[in-house]
Each structure stands twice: as structure tokens, then as C-alpha cells.
């Protein structure tokens, strides 16, 4: 099996960058996992398929809108009615859950190789996201595994809270080397690194 | 110490000193200086020209409101046209230049236009320039000669042609309460809020919040004003739920409590930290706004108010008290109201001589006289100036004694010797935000100002001077409530910090110009006068919202700040109506101007994000010349050394009939469309049936729009029972997604479909040429490509290089050809070995150009033929219109109008003089190429077919069919090209297909 | 302007697509007759006060909603999901 590559190529450059004084602000990386889908219910089946992707992933995951969970494994997080993304560290994940949703609730499709994430972390994390999205990143709006699907301009965007100050961003494999270079450009102010 | 500066005072750090130019010369001020006051510390008092008349003009104001003294920033190679001096804190490096003078500010040669005044009067443009041409000195024409003279006589600042390198920035914010102005009623208001543990934003446009506090002289709370401001500055801005913005205008307020913002972010400074922006554009949305903006002062009106040393009498007293500079060293104060007695006694006890108080009104309040009696000046009520002497700065005023009720002077006039003018008409609160928001405002006869009326709903609330509040103490009661009631608490009245001020009457006297001879102006910034506004209504011009276009009353960047109620005074009174009878313009954003760079932000240079395909740094290092599609970057010719586009094109397309040829087709959009009834709704989407499509094959489909016209086309592959894969044109994607998305929740909601964007799941790779099959088997494992395996239109599934890879017969050049999909991050990869297992045989790779030329060889159609305004029929596509089944635009393409025999309908042309044709040419019967025929169609593509060794094209025809084999021309006049074609069929090229299928 | 999704939440004018006049509704292919079908395709009211428009959330969770809005103020007065049908 040949390796995935990252569509970032020489656009990813490890290490410190922007404003140098102190700590950086972010950490930038792409986080992009072996696992990428998009799991969608019909209506009226939207728990179900919550249950199975809860069974699947060990996630405990409830319908409501934009509701998620994270794992060392797995994530999850609604991005419509009815539909959620799920991600996952062992490539199966995709073929397992596709087998664990029958027909009558839904449908799974592969996106392991569509959708690239990218994390950022750090203090000013919440800052630099404000310059690209028009959506409150702020704690009590935007709870720790939570779910919003917004765009920055062109480049549709789907954004969990992976963790208080860091948030994963999945965009299309396309717009990747767009988007990270507009994150980097974001991210100038308050100084970042790059994992 | 320089001239003007008082011997003690002001916030400013007089250990702090910092040099600057203006015009080149080197001057000195302190920190916390604006351009304006250290300008007048160092005796500047000449700033600039006028915009119409040249006249020279001094610093007129001390806030955004400043009129005059508009100057050019330069950095670096960028000028940064008028910005107020008022508006800039000086820092080292700061290198200013000013305006709308020649050869220099002090002789300036545009300075005649005084002496030709009536020629440039109200209406001026107009009556000159528009219109038909009558003679040669009218109309259009006209002014298509003078323009380049009148506009660098007239006007303000001259823009850069540089590139602007300081970079931009935009913000999202979200609060539950915006405070905008951080005076006490905004500093109150923002606490009350922020206490009740509500996130808020604190905006002031000032680079510390204050407000009045910061010149007033008063005391909150026991406390000198300016440090109860700071104190409490101070303490909001360490609480977790605050933000404290300063330097941050908020110019813009849209529906459902959006607002925008401007934040200076580097232009105090000499050079912005790495990756700070300059400016940083705020959007913020705001749960409840709080609008405590404040008041701006008005002038009088009299002749000669324009003179440089003429002052606002408010500015004056906070030069004193903010920056411990004093404008004059011997003034007047010329006022209606009581506001200014304070500022002559703050201009006293900063060390100047207040010679006389002039005040229109005859009967005046005992605080009032006792801040005369406090400056030592005569005291003149009953009177007015009736005129100014000084050429490039005041050297003293003359005054008449004048009744204000019926508006007359009398008695002798008297030359009073003084170098500055303090003049009050009063206060007009600065209502612009609320007028945006949708607010009417409200004459208010009582406080002579337009009010913002009541607001209902979930909008703004207001507190101080812009509800017309003139004291302190109610402006801090106001901002209490207003932040308690924004914070969704009881808006019960609770103590606020006592203010110690005097006892001032708060309201001003009417305003009403001062009847004397001379140029009296109403808008400083655009040369308004008395007499322009009362020729406007003399021609008829009566709407508030006429004259100002009329006469260009507060346009630009004063938006009405100084020029508003004393221009519709003067109209009101022309009209013989009251004032309030007439009514304010509706003020609209931006309320202060801002830069073009923070509007745009991170959308510069190219202004929408790059889509690339895993494949792009391949064709990038093997010569590609890329090219836009939509925001795909597409490879449009590998071009080699030496070689034009055409002859790369010709090679790669020849290579590809000869032998075998790749090209990306990452980018062609792909839709899952999965569910019990995916193969139903593509049934009714589709013009043709893809029920009967068996698994593991593909189909080619066509879809209209419902007005029964072509929208797009595509193959549909069934993958699974239930499970399809729909590919359709690059340029499409995002329309066929929505419009699939449409039908689904809107006409079909009961289907069962679901439809995910897989564009960017899958890379793919065309492989054309009678090659092509012996590439596949080369490097395919897991399957066999054999014609009996793999058929057309067949789908088989294998990998290459380890790679899953799905593979469909299909093709678009004609030639034997296969799609190569697999996961994008396996793109490279696999078309890697696809070339190394080409090489063999010969294979290029071949770019859009190629393709193009293939494409049309072949009559194949694209956007270029399906453009909108083309039937199934017109593209010759009638065979895929099914007669069996309900579709998206079955009722609508038979329409009268989409069927007649003189449709424009798809045909071949061949150029039979040899010559290239070109997209967009028009086809004519008859003609030459001076008198042009009539249009019986255009071109649509064209290219030098390599097949053929002829010039070739698609093109749409009147007729279309019907006019196989008979003569036209082509007609591109644009292009100087006119020459004869035949149409032929629009097959050129192996028209039974055999090439494809075998 | 902000346009409430019920799924997102309010979100900017900016993430939304206007997707056509929401009272019209897509004649049945098997009885409608062209003047249905033209009524469906071309008559619009544009009427100046509430209005019923889809939007779609493309920018968002890309549901179609229906927007009651008035077209004087802009004021939107009611969001559902189109297919939930009636405006709540």
C-alpha cells in the first residue's frame, strides 16, 4: 500500500514563525487522520445513526445540532441535519462503519482522502481563527468536541474543538496549500509553530 | 519651548519629545501629541487650501470632525491622502505633507479662484459641463478638456500610484453589549454591563478612553476628569470579559446589530511589529449596542469664518487642557451658548489673553458671567463678528451689536485685535450610527439639535451627548442604565459619582447665519457659502437631500459632522420654514473614512483561494504553463524549449491520435449520490434514464434546467446498486450540487438520497491514445483491461503501484481512452507509474489546449456550447431526451420559441483561407470587411486541428443543419479578421466512432 | 445582516445563497399543464413587506431554509428548514 502524501508539500515548514517575542501564540499541524467520512441519516433515523457511530467509534455521541465527541481513537460532530463527520486514527474505521449503518438509517461515504485537517493550538488560537471565520470560537459558545460548519470565503470549512485552546479545521484536500497558507499569514501576529 | 505651548499642562509627556516633518521642515512636539496640536505649539496656524477656492485654512477642530486641516501621510513610497492632523499622533519618522497647494502652502498659485467666486458657485459642474453640446465651451465635450485642470485645481489630497505594502487585517467579534465611545456616559455604561458579566467591546476612536473627560477640567467622584478616566479605562480593560478597543472608529451599523469598526493598529507608530497589521477591520456582532458617541460642536456662520486662527471653541479648550498648547496668544470667543465660556476660562488659565466674549444672545446666565468676569475679557452679548481680517492668519475680527430674534445688526462696527477665533454655535449629537441603524432624527426646538428618536427593539441604546445631554452627571446616570439595560437588568436608577462642574445653561440659541456682507461658510472641507445654499433654492432646490447634492454640503469626509444644521439653517431660513419643518439627510457608513486596504484584507493580490490537484507540483517541474479554471489551477499546454502554445498544443493532441497521451482530470466535479432511491432521482435530474444502468457501468448524461434549457453534462457511474458516482464539468460542480441539493429539500423531500461532494476524494487521470490499453495493462493489477473486460463505458476496479485505483472507459477525445480514478493522496503516485509505464510507448502529457483541439475534432460539447441559452436539440443532444419519463425541464424545452427551425444550432466551420479563427466571431452570409453583414451566429471554440491540417471551429448557427456545406464568412472586426469558412458537420473527426470503441 | 439558522445558528448574509421565491411550489410533472409550468418557472409577486424565500446554508450546514423576511426592513420574522415545510 503506497502512502497517503499530504497536499500541503512545500508549504509546510516546521518550525517558529512570524512575530518571534515570547511564546508562539499557535502551534499549526496537520492533523489529517487515516480515517475521513461523512455519516448521513434519513430523517427520522438521526439517533440511530448516532447510536451506530457511537458503537462503531466507542463515541459517545447524541443528534442535536453541532453536538460532538473526541477520543484518542475517533471524533465526531454533526455538520447538518442528519449528517455527521467522524474521523478515526486506524483506516478500517470507514469499511467498519459503513457495515454498521444498514440501509433503513442511513448512508456512510469515504472522504479519508478528500479532506485535509489542520489543528490549531495555543493561546491565541481563538484570536486567529476570528480573522478567517465569522463564528464565535469563544469557550462558553463553542464547547470541547463540538461541531460548526462555516467557510472562509471560498473554502468550506468544518471546525471541532478538539481540546480548550485547539481546534481542528477540515477543509477540502484542494483548498489545503490555500487555506494553511492564509492560516499561516493569520497566525504572523502573534508568532507560530509549525509541528 | 515652542511658542505656543503653555508653561505647564495637558496629557502630553513633555519628557517625551519627538521630531517630525511637515513639508519637509523639521518640528518638535511631545508624546500624546496629535499633528494638530503640535503643529499649533510650534505656531503653525496655515494647514492647507481650500478645496474650491484655495483659501487658506488652519486646524479647525480636534477630533475626526476636523475640516480643514486635511494633510498626505507618507510612508515610505505610499501617500496616504487627507487624513485629519487631528486624527495623527506624531511619533519619530512622521513625514507629512499638505494639500491642494502650489508650489507651495504659503504662495499658492490656485489661490485666483477667490477672485473668480461666482464662477465657481453652487450647481458650477452642472450647469457647465452636463448636457448636450451647444457650443464648444458646454456639455460633455467640454469637460472632457478641462477635467484634468479642474481636478488638480479642485480638491483635496493626491492618492499614491504605489503598491501599499503594510498589511491588513480583518476581525470577527462577537459580544453581548457594544459600548461605541468611551467618554463617561460610555466608560459608565461598559462597566454596568461588564458587572453584570456580559462579554463586552469598548470602542473609541481616540487612542485613549476619556471622551470629554480627558479636557473638561471637571471632577468625577473628588477626581480631576481625565485620571477618573483613566482609572477607569484602566480597570475595564483588566476584566476578563472586556475589550477595550482605542483607536477603533465604529463607521458602520447594519441590520441585525452587525457593526463595522476600523482599529488603527500601526499608524502611531514608526514601523509595525512583524506580522501586525496596520489596520484591522472589526466586524462585530453585538447583542445589544450601547451608542454613547458623543456631541459634535457646530461653527457660526459669519463672513471671513474661515480664516486660519478661527477655531471651534471646544477644540480650542482641549488644545489647552489635553495638550497644553494654546492656539492664540490673544482670542476672542464668538458663541450662542454657554459651552464656550468654559472654554475661555480653560484658555485663560492655560495663559492666554481672552480679549473679548462675543455672544449673540442679550440675556446670559450667571455661571456664564462668571466665567467671563474669570477670563478678565469684555464681555459683548448682544453682539456678533461680522467679518475677520488676516491673510494667511487672523489678525482680528470686527463686531456689531446684533438682535438675535429679529436677526439684525446695528450700531458701529469695532475692530477688535486678536490672532485667534473660538466660535460655538452649539452642539449636534452625533446621531450618524442611528441614523444608519434606520433611526429618523428629531428636531429638538429646546436643545437646537436633531436627536435620535427612541429605539425600539433589540437595537441600540444611547447615553450623554448623543441624546442631546449636555451634563456630565446625566451623561453618567445615562451610561449606567444604558449598560444595565443592555445587560438585560432593571434599569432602576442608581448613584453615580458626583461631577463637579458649573452651572451652565445647557441650551444653545437658534442658529441662523450672521446676516453681514462676504463669504460666510457653511462647509469648510467643500467651499459651501450662505449664498451657494440660498442660489440652490433659488433654482429650485428645496430637499434637504437635493441641496446637498447640489451644492456638495457635507460630502467627503466631514459627512455633515461640522456643516450639517448650520447648511439647513440657512436653507430653512431661505424657505421660511423652521428648521425641524425640513427634516436631515440620512447619514450613511462609512462615518469616518477608511482605508481600502482593511475593506479588502487578506483578499489581496488574488482575490479568491487556488484549488489544486495532487498532481500540481508534477506539471508545474515538467514545464506546464498553467491556466484559471474557475479557481482550479489547470495545466494548459507542457510546453518545450522554444516551442509557442500552438505548436505545443498541435504535439501533445497528435501524440495523443498517434499513441498515447495523460491529462488530469482531478478537477472534474464529483457527486456521491447514494440511497434507495439515488437511481430514481437521477432519473428525473437526468433527460435520460440511468435506472436501467447496470453495475459497473457508466453512462453519459445530460441535465436541463427547469426553464428547459441545457445545464450540464457529465458520465454517471454505478457503483452499487444504490450507490452512483456522478461526475460533472470543472466549471459546474458547485451550480449541479446546489441544484441537486434544491430538489432534494424543496421538490422531493421525501426521497431517499444522500449527495456528498467527492471532488476532491478522488484523483483522475484521462489516458487517450490507441496506447492506452497496453499503459493499463502494463501497470494494472488485480484486473484484466481487455476489450471484453473492460468495455466502453465498462468499469473495473484494480491498482497500480499499490494504490486502489477504479477505472472507467470512457472518452472525451475521441480516442480509445480510460479514466483512472483513486484516492487523492494517491494521485501522484499513480500517475507516476502511468507515465513510467507509458514511456514505452510514447506518452505526453497534454494540457487544456490539447484537449480543446481534441474535443472539437470530435463535436464534443462544453460551457462554451452549453452557455444558458442552448436546448438539448441546438447541441444535436435530442437523442438523450427520454420520451418514457417525467425530467427536469421535460416541460418546458418544447417550448414556442426553443423549437423553430431558426434556433441557433450547433455546426463545424473550416477556415478556408488557411487563417486561425478566433472564439467569439461572428458568422455572416454576406459582407466584406468594412460593411459587416448581419450575424447569423458566433463561434463558440476553434483551434488548428492536427488531424485535419486545417483551421476549425464549433460554432452556433442560425439554422444550424440545414446550412451543411454552404458558404459563410467569418466576421471579428475586434480582431481585424473577416475571411471565408464552410459549415460542415460538427463530427470532423472519425464520425462512426470506430477509434473509440474498438 | 444575520439569517438564523436552525441548525448553525444566526450566521452572516455571506455563508447563505438566495435560492428563489419560497410560495411557489413545483407543479406535478404527471397532470401540470405549460401554464403551470410557466407560473412555476417565471411569475414572481416581488412584493414590497413579508416574504417567503429559500436560502440555502452553503456556507453552513447547506440545508435549504425557508426565510420569511420582510423586503421593506430586511427584518427576518420566521426560519424552518424547507423540509420541514411551514415556516415556524
Redesign the interface.
Known sequence: MVERDSPLGPLRRPGRHGHSRGAPGVRLAEVTPAAICEAAAWPGAEAALAEAIGATTGLGLDATPGAGARSAEAAAFGIGPGRFLVTGRHDGLVAALAAAVPADTGTVTDLSHGRTVMRIAGPRAEWVLGKLFAIDFAAHAFAVGAGRATAHHDIAAQIQRSAGDAFDVCVFRSFARAFWAGLCAAAEEVGYEVL | MSPRRAAAGGLVDRDRPVRFTFDGRPYTGFAGDTLASALLASGVTLCGRSFKYHRPRGVFAAGLDEPNALVTVLRGAVREPNVPATQIEIHPGLRVESQNRYPSLAYDVGAVNQLGGPLLAAGFYYKTFMGPVVGPLRGTRFWMLCEKAIRRAAGLGRAGREPDPARY??????CDVLVVGAGPAGLEAAEAAAKAGK?VILAETEPAAGGSALWSGETIGGTPAARWAQERAARLAAMDNVRLLTRTTVWGY???N?LAALERVGDHGPAA?????RHRHW?V?AGRVVLATGALERPLVFPGNDRPGVMLAGAAERYAVQYGVLPAARLAVFTNNDGAYRAAAALARAGAEVAAIVDTRSTLSDAARALAAETGAELLSGHAVVATAGRRALSGITVQAFEAAGGRLSGPRRAIAVDGLAVSGGWSPALHLASQA?AAPVWDETRQAFLPPQPSGRGWLAAGAVLGTAGTAEALAEGRMAGRRAAGQRAARSRVPAVAAPALDPHPAEVIAIPAPGKAFVDLQHDVTVEDIRLAHREGFVAAEHVKRYTTLGMATDQGKTSNVPGLAVLAAARGKPLGALGTTRFRPPYAPVSLGALAA??YGHL???????MH?WHVDNGARMEDAG??KRPMIYGQPGETVAQAYVREAGRVRAAVGIIDV?TLGKI?V???DAAAFLDRVYTNTFSTLPVGKARYGLMLR??GLAMDDGTTWRLGQ?DFLMTTTTANAGKVM?HL??LL???W?DM?V?L????????GAALAGPQSRAVLAACVTGTAVDNETLPFMGIVRGAI???PVTICRLSFSGERAYEVYC???????VWEALMEAGAAHGIVPYGLEALGALRIEKGHVTGAEIDGRTTARDLHLDWMLSKKK?FVG???MD?EGLTGADRHRLVGVVALDGRPLGGGAHIVERGTAEALGESIGHITACCYSPALQRHIGLALVRGGKARHGSRAHVSDPLRGRFGPVEIVSHHFFDPEGSRMYG | MLIPCPYCGPRDLAEYTYQGDATRARPDPATAGQAAWNAYVYERANPAGPHREHWQHAGGCRAHLVVTRDTVSHAVLAVAPARAGEPS
Not at chain 2, 479568491?608 to 495532487?614: A, G, V
Not at chain 2, 456528498?756 to 484523483?763: E, G, I, K, L, P
Open positions: 487585517e480583518r476581525m470577527n467579534a462577537f462579554r447594519y441590520d441585525n452587525v511589529a512583524p506580522g501586525e497589521p466586524t456582532r434606520g487578506e483578499r479568491r483561494p487556488e484549488r489544486l490537484t495532487p507540483d479557481l482550479w482531478s456521491a447514494k440511497g434507495p427547469e426553464d444504490d446546489q441539493e434544491y429539500d424543496v421538490a423531500p431517499k444522500h456528498t461532494s467527492v471532488t476532491d476524494q478522488w484523483a503501484d499499490g494504490a484516492g487523492a493522496g494517491h494521485g501522484l503516485a417525467p421535460a416541460a418546458m417550448r
